[in-house]
């Protein structure tokens, strides 16, 4: 595909200090919800706080939740990664299953995964192990003391006979020669 | 390349006893290459539809709905092609269950970028743009052994 | 008259001013001059001004720091992890504040932890490195050790484990040389509160698996492997027989020339270069990997080992 959207950066697949390899890490640090008392487009912020945002952060000690209900404002996520990044979603006229849903992505991304395309879908330190191809891989290591040109090197057998070549042969031998007429002449 | 099926072909009346004797040497030595823990292995592994090539500390973005969770520790098992530096495990499809082990773990599933699917179909007034985020998951894969002797029964088979 | 008869009906129509504009979907032209005030406003100031987390509203430290060691799994002591993340700049600006104040609040600083976290950590990354690449000297061994312990790997590992937001320093944005600071003394935090297994694991999980894609032996630079190696092989008395393999484009810019090592008439290496020389020392370098088991193709470092290694030394008596 052609890089048609210059404005999206195009990156490879990355993990923040090898996340994996040791032990892993939850990748969101902290996450501010910001919503009004009483306006009718928080309704369903109003109501995961209510009722699910306790249960997140219990299962998740290692999220710092801030609220900060503001006033004539429209609710909206600040999710902050380990890695810096920032991810700022409005969550105005959002059901409280959508907001969970969100909140849940967030909790569980490494950072803004919506501001890079992937151009390959894998990464690898080692990408040959039994060793890349070179000119001198399956070169027959006499041809270093042969001397040039030398019959065998030099010998047209890089395919196999041909059905043509096949048929040929098949008719040179049972082709009648010259002498052969000769002979049966003299014998008549 | 050591077959699978190797034991079949020594029960066999056409067999020479070179081969088979040239055929346990070959089996004795990977054998011994597996517990010396010379080489760096990798494999082939089919994981949702797809085939990776997959070796210790490498990173794989699966595209599409996935439920194993973030920090989860996977083994993935359908493993087509097992190889060190010196010799490879060709499974027909699949290498035997208990030889090849190769662990993963989740790090992070999120939406990808914001990708555009547009049909149009010309003089027919048909235009439309969809606009979709697929679900994506990255895995870390931790490790690709060898675990069994070739030829010999699996240790642990589910 | 005909005239106005005939148009009376196009005429106000005629009157009716309609603006001429042309609209389209795309970037509007008031965009780009918007953007490029902004700039110069931004460079009028010199950069863009961030400002530190903690001047945030929403900020809380202590639930902060219990998060922090939630992420890292590991049950620190919380006056231990506030006082690893003081620096001794920022513990210099409350003293002075509090002289005028008059109040007397001591604060304890991080030198005291970093220095023994940072002790710790030597000694724990050289008896692992030791474990994990047996066949390697104590050279090797150590360079790669001060890659690890450097301050560029630290500061990066510190960076990322989100402790740039937590630390209290007197500048901000803080420097890299105060955020290894703040790893050493995390790590001497951990050493106190949990005891050595949990501090090692933890140096092993976040330091060592730095190594992961690496290759081991840009750490060390051997000047002359030729010399090194004919030396290690003459102790063992074997003999060592560097010969021509192959020359491709002899006598033009592209030469390339391949020089095969030979150990008591087996093959041990090969090594491709420019020039004979060069081929010749590549196919030394080869060798050298393949002793110390460093080649690129050798067995992944294991990053899981538990517990802290023994050394070599008390190995080596227990072998004999």
């Known amino acids: ?188 | ?158 | 008259m005909a005239f106005v008869r005939r148009f009376i009906t196009v005429i106000p129509k005629l009157a009716k001013h309609v603006p001429i504009t042309v609209q389209s979907r795309n970037i509007k032209r008031w965009v780009a001059p918007t953007l490029m005030e902004l700039k110069r406003r931004e460079d009028k100031q010199g950069g863009k001004v961030t400002n530190p987390r903690n001047t945030f509203l929403e900020w809380n430290l202590e639930a902060e720091l219990y998060a922090f060691g939630k992420r890292l799994n590991e049950e620190f002591d919380s006056d231990l992890l506030l006082q690893a993340f003081t620096d001794r700049s920022y513990v210099i600006k409350e003293e002075m504040k509090q002289k005028e104040l008059e109040i007397d609040l001591k604060m304890k600083d991080n030198r005291e932890l970093a220095e023994e976290g940072r002790k710790f950590m030597q000694e724990y990354i050289q008896l692992y490195l030791e474990t994990v690449l047996h066949k390697l000297p104590a050279e090797g061994i150590m360079c790669i050790r001060n890659h690890l312990i450097s301050e560029k790997v630290l500061s990066n590992v510190s960076f990322h484990l989100g402790t740039k937001d937590i630390i209290l320093a007197a500048e901000y944005p803080v420097d890299n040389s105060i955020l290894a600071q703040t790893f050493e003394a995390l790590v001497g935090a951990l050493l106190q509160s949990c005891g050595e297994e949990r501090a090692a694991h933890f140096v092993r999980d976040f330091v060592i698996t730095q190594l992961q894609g690496q290759d081991v032996n840009e750490f060390w630079e051997i000047e002359d492997p030729w010399t090194m190696l004919t030396e290690m092989i003459s102790k063992t008395g074997s003999e060592l027989e560097p010969r021509l393999i192959g020359e491709v484009a002899k006598n033009t810019l592209l030469a390339c020339y391949r020089v095969g090592l030979y150990l008591d008439k087996k093959m041990m290496s090969s090594g491709f270069g420019e020039t004979v020389a060069i081929a010749k020392e590549m196919a030394a370098r080869e060798a050298l990997k393949k002793i110390f088991g460093t080649e690129e193709t050798m067995h992944p470092i294991n990053f899981k080992l538990n517990g802290i290694p023994k050394s070599r030394s008390q190995s080596k008596i227990s072998a004999s």
């Not at chain 1, 595909?1 to 939850?26: D, E, H, I, T, W």
């Open chain 1, 1 to 188: 595909m052609s890089n048609s959207n210059l404005f999206l950066k195009s990156g490879f697949v990355r993990a923040p200090l090898q996340n994996g390899v040791g032990r892993y890490v939850c990748q969101l640090q902290r996450i501010v919800l910001k919503f009004c008392k009483s306006h009718g487009g928080s309704r369903g912020m109003r109501d995961f706080i209510e009722q699910d945002l306790v249960d997140f952060a219990r299962d998740n000690p290692s999220v710092v939740v801030y609220l900060k209900p503001r006033r004539h404002r429209s609710p909206v996520v600040v999710a902050e990664y380990l890695n810096g990044d920032r991810v700022w979603m409005s969550m105005q006229n959002k059901t409280q299953s959508e907001i969970t849903k969100w909140i849940e992505n967030m909790r569980t991304q490494q950072g803004d995964l919506s501001a890079v395309r992937l151009r390959k879908y894998q990464y690898t330190d080692h990408p040959s192990i039994q060793g890349p191809w070179t000119p001198f891989t399956f070169k027959n290591p006499e041809l270093n003391v042969a001397k040039l040109p030398n019959p065998k090197f030099g010998a047209n057998d890089r395919l196999p006979m041909s059905a043509t070549e096949q048929l040929r042969i098949m008719f040179e031998k049972q082709r009648i020669s010259k002498e052969e007429v000769k002979e049966e002449k003299k014998e008549e």
């Open chain 2, 1 to 158: 390349m050591v077959l699978g099926g190797i034991l079949s072909r020594l029960f066999s009346q056409d067999v020479s006893p070179n081969v088979v004797k040239e055929t346990k040497e070959v089996i004795n030595t990977c054998n011994k290459l597996i517990e010396d823990r010379v080489s760096r292995n990798f494999a082939i592994v089919h994981l949702l539809g797809k085939q990776w090539r997959v070796t210790d500390g490498d990173l794989l973005v699966v595209e599409g709905h996935w439920p194993p969770n973030i920090g989860d520790q996977i083994r993935l098992d359908k493993v087509l092609l097992a190889a060190t530096k010196d010799f490879s495990l060709i499974g027909r499809p699949l290498v035997q269950p208990g030889l090849v082990n190769v662990t993963a773990t989740v790090i992070s599933k999120g939406l990808s970028h914001t990708k555009t699917h547009f049909k149009k179909k010309r003089r027919k007034q048909y235009m439309k743009i969809h606009f979709q985020r697929l679900p994506q998951t990255m895995l870390r894969i931790n490790n690709v052994e060898i675990t069994n002797r070739i030829n010999e029964a699996p240790k642990n088979v589910y």
